[in-house]
């Protein structure tokens, strides 16, 4: 067991990030452990943007090893530790053999499985946001701005729902700075015969972005999965960026500095748009590792799910 890290003394989940001290999952979590009857604490463990590969694999074993470290969620690190770590772990899901990524680490016995969360919580959190039938009453397209493991989660979600005969956008385009992103998920994309139309366009600053906006029909979703705003400063578009009318802003980030949602809003009421967080992100994206990682129910939806969704509003409002 590598000796960076203590022995944990009792059970413990870890936020595996960048600046997990920032989270609100830091407070919310006891409050969530109390009302689940979880007799755990929360951890974070902070790694620098594409750390080196020793410490990703370092994390993982010391996990793995340790009696009392029952499991992880995993942020900004998901690509890198998986690439890093994939053969410490004893069993993966389908999703992670797919994305080649792991955002939730947790014991079966004394294996260690990986999963990849993402393509059911933002799911989730869009379930929440458009409502069933929205994509085909309004004609909306879907733009994300960022093509990388949220982003491609998001598309898996949608071409599952399209495979099935659901509501989908009638078309996505994706854009990205860096041309080895794109060719990425175009490569997933190609392996499932995806079914959707999608497009993928390189977007080096955030002038390119905003042409992409001036493509959109209205009632359209602009998604912000940069990054940008949370793990680094700034927004992927530019201060004269035209949203579609009636449309909806949605940025992955709950905090931060949050500067798309600052554009969108500043266009709100002429644009006529929804502008949307990443809050039900966030709550959807936590319950479903803890549950996970602690084997136990929590719904998605309804009495329960909205009681803790309240217990985490009052504790951010309270430590704020």
Same mark, same amino acid.
């Given at each position: ?51 080196t ?27 890198n ?9 004893d ?36 379930? @929440? ?57 175009r490569?997933? #994309? ?28 209205? @009632? ?26 009636? @449309? ?8 931060g ?14 644009? #006529?748009?929804?502008v949307?967080d ?11 590792v ?31």
């Amino acid at each position: 067991m590598p000796g960076h890290y203590a022995p944990a003394t009792r059970p413990t989940m870890y936020f595996i990030g960048v600046t997990t001290t920032k989270s609100s999952i830091m407070k919310v979590f006891p409050a969530w452990a109390r009302e689940l009857n979880l007799n755990a604490v929360i951890q974070g463990i902070d790694l620098p943007l594409d750390d080196t590969p020793d410490h990703y694999r370092e994390v993982v074993d010391f996990i793995k090893n340790d009696p009392h470290s029952l499991g992880a969620l995993v942020t900004t690190h998901k690509l890198n530790l998986y690439k890093a770590a994939h053969d410490l772990f004893d069993g993966v899901g389908r999703d992670t053999e797919l994305l080649d990524e792991v955002s939730s680490i947790s014991k079966r016995g004394d294996q260690l499985w990986g999963h990849a969360m993402d393509p059911v919580t933002s799911g989730l959190a869009l379930e @929440g946001i458009v409502p069933d039938g929205y994509w085909a009453r309004t004609g909306a397209e879907l733009l994300l701005l960022g093509a990388g493991g949220s982003a491609l989660a998001l598309t898996l979600y949608l071409h599952n729902r399209a495979k099935a005969g659901r509501d989908v956008p009638s078309r996505i385009v994706v854009t990205n700075r860096r041309e080895a992103r794109l060719r990425e998920m175009r490569a997933v #994309h190609e392996r499932l015969g995806f079914a959707i139309p999608v497009e993928y366009h390189l977007a080096p600053e955030p002038s390119a972005n905003d042409a992409q906006l001036r493509t959109l029909a209205p @009632g359209s979703v602009v998604v912000n999965a940069t990054g940008l705003g949370k793990d680094r400063p700034g927004s992927p578009l530019t201060d004269d960026a035209v949203f579609p009318g009636r @449309g909806i802003a949605w940025d992955f980030n709950y905090r931060g500095d949050l500067v798309f949602l600052d554009q969108a809003r500043a266009r709100q009421e002429a644009r #006529h748009l929804r502008v949307v967080d990443g809050w039900l992100y966030f709550i959807h994206g936590w319950t479903r590792v803890i549950a996970e990682v602690f084997h136990i129910d929590i719904p998605t939806q309804g009495p329960a799910f909205e009681r803790l969704s309240r217990i985490a509003r009052h504790v951010t409002q309270e430590n704020a």
